[in-house]
């Protein structure tokens, strides 16, 4: 009987570790991104979503990774190929969760950067996509706090190049704030909550 | 029995979790370790990226026969499947990915222009953004290196040949009238407004063998797949007003836009050196719908115009000039399918046709033609591997003309024509490596009109030198059919033909791109006639020939000073040819040795405006004197014109847009017409053929009105 409840508890435990494998391999992976080691860190969440298969979130956080490190370097062929392999990882991550506000996010963050790194060849043909996913993000989660801010700084940095105001988009910044200390506790490990740091750097054009 | 358990407990876990580990090597072929390759059984989490050295090594509890793959950006995955337990040591070589960037492309004789091209030199904003171009990209294709500058013609003259020797296709198929109805020496333009198109591809030459009947060069336009968003777009100009819609739902989307230009109020300012009786007018429909299905897109495309105007013509023979009223009526409709059959199967099938109707009176003769066109294709392409692609496909070319003329002296008369024919193409890619690319294909026409089937080959080579260069060559034969001007009278001929040899060395760094293409191109059985233009009564033959050969130059840069953006583009061309009247080989008109485009555009962020000028050059331009013994050995006097545009951008949705062409007022001369007889002192007088005014001004107003608030029409001027 002893032997039984041991052996029992024993596969109890291998399979916890197993379910658990998922948890560790993602805090792993941002371990990595975290110790400046970002490619080490997008293998890690590409083996995952592969041998997940149907989890959209390692595949958002490989593409998330790429996209954030395209704003730290120069090389124009990294660039794009960085954000080619980002939109890759976004397509997978959309096969799995169609009508997902947080990849629209991500995918509208991925267009910006291609702004961002060459206006002049972009910035016409992906500022009306950035917009297009922010809009359509809205309105599938409209009280998603990333989609709020990051649609706001957009909208300041715009308002900049025409020269009108940013201030104008200060109240959006406010809502963010609040959806983010709204933001229901998802019960879905590693779901994107990120977004709440970047407040305080946004709000330097409200003052 | 503590004891026991203990051991049981400890074997267990020992067995469950006994591990294997994989270490090895990645390298490139080059020998390189490549550094960050993630290496993973596939379906576990089991993996590790490669370090500097290349050097890699996981644990793993699985056990059993497992795939190893080993992933890296622009190298190809590779896959091994084996017992775990010979996994380790492994020494494995990366092949190149031959898609990725940086490989060696595939582009003597193109220009590309598109966002996401490899070989691309200008985006689709720049062409229209281009001053002088007035929104018709033709205009803007007009300042890249292998055109002549035929600025009383408005087409595209390539490399030596005439305007009829260049063919326009919209998503693969043809489209048979691609230029509005004009009069003798009065500029046209592109029928289609730019805003549809996001790819341009413009082949100078040695074009693929998906294309045929035509002698020098092809322009491949391809639609809009997916618009952004919803929007309503306005123009308000001083030639004309203009509306678009774009809708979308769902899996759909469609755009309509109509146009409608009225030259009478701007012609009433400003003085023009034609006579118009009724000024150019002409009315534009165009529509676009798009489907998406799980595999494949559908795209529609409807294109009706209407033009109309009337002249009095100017005519060294006729003092009291040549009365021209010109109807005319154009339908196009091009439906075309794109998709995946699965496997790396791709099929592209597609139809269009044209429907052409003039209604024309020259002086007292009444003339009015139609012309059907059709063109069906179908195209396959098989991806065995990244670095072997076939494609073949079927094509058939329907086109059914009659004319009818008649005159109060000479009566009426008739002719038509049926010119049929079928063709059938292949062509394969083949990528040896990453730095050198084969595409070579064969291309046979059967002709049911003249009688003639005819076999050409084609062949373009690439190899990319440093990181940065590549040298590219491309071969081929092409035949063209003979001009509805010549079919009219004669179908007992054979095509013309023509053969290109190219050479293309190609720069690309960071925003700079030097381009210079060698190329000659020979032609042979070209259509002589022994009248001055083709006539009922002409004795037509296929003696003529000639050759072309120069070089093309292209420069570009946008990095160097902030905010300026340029290209300058040369053409050297020596060409002779023996065709229609001419007695013997000679240089035709529209022919200048020395082309040059300087392009320049200039953000200036404090106005929110874009400056853009062009100046076009152009060395003297042959013309035949008959005072003179010899034929065409007199040349006009170079040609100037620097054009100027201004968009300012009020806000984000709205632009004042303001052009002129020529600024300073260059007194250009394309050509002279000589009397047909001798006056009384016994020399042929001339009257000098020049641009209809020396300046065009265009004032607009253009504005978008969508949801979002960040379209605009800068991609429409």
Known sequence: MKTIL??????????????????????????????????????????????????????????????????????????????????????????????NAEILIMEAMLNTAYVAYNPSVYGMTHSAKVEELYQRA?????????????????????????????KAFCPEVEKAILYFEKEANNNIPFYPKWGMDQVTRIQQNCK | MRRTLTLAFTLFTLLSNAQTTITGNVIDPSGTPIQGANIYLDGTYDGASSDENGSFSFATTETGIQTLIISFLSFETFYLTTELTKMSPLA?????????????????????????????VLTPLDIVTTAGSNGDYIAALQTLSGTSNVAEDGRLFVRGGDANETNVYIDGLRVFQPFSATANNIPTRGRFSSFLFEGTNFSTGGYSAEYGDALSSVLLLNTIDE?????????????????????????????????YVNLKPYQDIIEQRVDWIKPFESLTGEAVYRHHFKSGTLKVYGGLTYTDFKLIQEDINTPEGINLNLKNRNLYLNTSYKGSLGNDWTITAGTSFAND????????????????????????????????????????????????????????????YDNNSTALYTEANIFFSKKLALQTGIRGVHNTLLKYTKISPRASLAYKTTSKSQV???????????QQEVLKY??????????????????QNNGRTFRAEGYYKSYDGLIKYDTNSPMFNSVFNNNGDGYATGIDIFWRDNKSIKDLDYWVSYSYLDTKRDYRNYPDRATPNFAAKHNLSLVTKYWIGDWKSLLSTTYNFGSGRPYNNPNETLFQNQKTRTFNTLNFSWAYLISQQKILYFSVSNALGFDNVFNYQYANTPDSNGTFSRRAIRPTADRFFILGFFWTISDNKTDNQLDNL
């Open chain 2, 357 to 416: 109707h003039n209604d024309i009176l020259f002086v007292t003769t009444d003339v009015t033609n139609n012309e059907n066109s059709f063109h069906g294709k179908l195209k396959l392409r098989k991806r065995f591997s990244n670095r072997f692609k076939l494609n073949f496909g079927a094509e058939q070319f329907l086109t059914s003309f009659s004319e009818e003329t008649e005159n109060p002296d000479f009566g009426a008369f008739q002719t038509s």
């Open chain 2, 92 to 120: 494995i070589t990366l092949k190149e990915d031959v898609n990725s960037l940086g490989s060696v492309i595939l582009n003597a004789g193109t220009f590309a222009a598109g966002d996401n091209s490899k070989a691309s």
């Open chain 1, 6 to 99: 041991i052996l029992l508890t024993f596969f109890t435990f291998t399979t916890i570790t197993s379910q658990n494998s998922y948890e560790k391999g993602m805090s792993k992976a941002f371990e990595l991104w975290g110790s400046q080691k970002p490619d080490e860190a997008i293998n890690l969440f590409e083996r995952i979503a592969k041998a997940e298969k149907e989890n959209w979130i390692p595949y958002y956080y490989a593409a998330q990774v790429h996209i954030i490190t395209t704003f730290g370097i120069k090389d124009a062929e990294e660039i794009e190929s960085r954000l080619k392999k980002g939109q890759d990882f976004l397509n997978e991550a959309r096969t799995f969760s169609k009508d």
């Open chain 2, 227 to 259: 618009p952004d968003q919803e929007k309503t777009d306005l123009q308000f100009i001083n030639v004309g007003l203009g509306l678009g819609n774009t809708q979308k739902w769902k899996k759909n989307s469609l755009s309509v836009n109509a146009f």
């Open chain 2, 490 to 507: 004669n179908f007992d001929l054979e095509p013309e033909k023509s053969s290109h040899y190219i050479l293309n060395y190609l720069y």
């Open chain 2, 472 to 482: 590219s060559l491309a071969y081929g034969d092409f035949y063209q059919a003979p």
């Open chain 1, 138 to 166: 809205k309105k599938l989660d409209p009280e998603n706090p990333r989609a709020t801010l990051n649609h706001a700084e957009w909208k300041m940095g715009s308002a900049k190049f025409w020269g009108k105001d940013p």
